[in-house]
């Protein structure tokens, strides 16, 4: 696995360094060589965030953590990717073409969880630009809104982070 380490209004120790990917070597086993983790960690008063982004053959696992302390997060921050690793294992299997792998570990103690789609709707997916969709996402009080871009012809999904800014979801072509 390929690590990127970025920090964000904080300067990283080497020490940290190490200890990242000494806990990401956790996952080894389970994904490719070839795949991508960024490792960014922020300083917002006081408080450190870490968040791990995961790719790999187009699947995404991420995790962000906050806590007093850098360790801490980062702690937090690979137990909630434990988390989600075991909960998509029988995905990850497939996606990697593997019989079985273990994943018994501290992370992994929650049981497996069934998937259970509880509502399904459809809608005219209507053409739009980006600022168009927000200000319809607005008006329905949603935190997310799927249109179709005016500009590319792909569908996209506009969404409210939890910053209060806006982002845009787009296909990779």
């Not at 008063?45 to 980062?74: D, F």
Request: proline share 2%; no cysteine; net charge neutral.
């Amino acid at each position: 696995m390929n690590i990127t380490i970025v920090g964000r209004k904080v300067n990283l120790r080497e020490n940290f360094k190490v200890l990242v990917q000494r806990k990401l070597a956790k996952f080894d086993r389970i994904f490719d060589t070839d795949a991508e983790a960024t490792v960014t960690v922020t300083l917002e008063r006081n408080r450190q965030t870490v968040e791990i982004t995961i790719k790999q053959r187009g699947m995404i696992y991420r995790a962000e953590a906050s806590a007093p302390e850098m360790n801490e997060a980062l702690d937090d921050v690979v137990a909630a990717l434990g988390r989600q690793i075991r909960k998509n294992k029988t995905r990850l299997e497939r996606a990697k073409k593997v019989q079985q792998f273990d994943l018994t570990d501290e992370y992994y103690d929650e049981p497996d969880e069934e998937i259970e789609i509880a509502k399904r709707k459809t809608f005219f997916v209507k053409t739009m630009t980006v600022e168009e969709a927000i200000l319809q996402m607005n008006l329905l009080g949603h935190t997310f809104f799927m249109f179709r871009d005016d500009a590319s012809g792909e569908i996209n999904v506009v969404y409210k982070r939890n910053d209060g800014k806006y982002g845009v979801l787009e296909p990779e072509t």
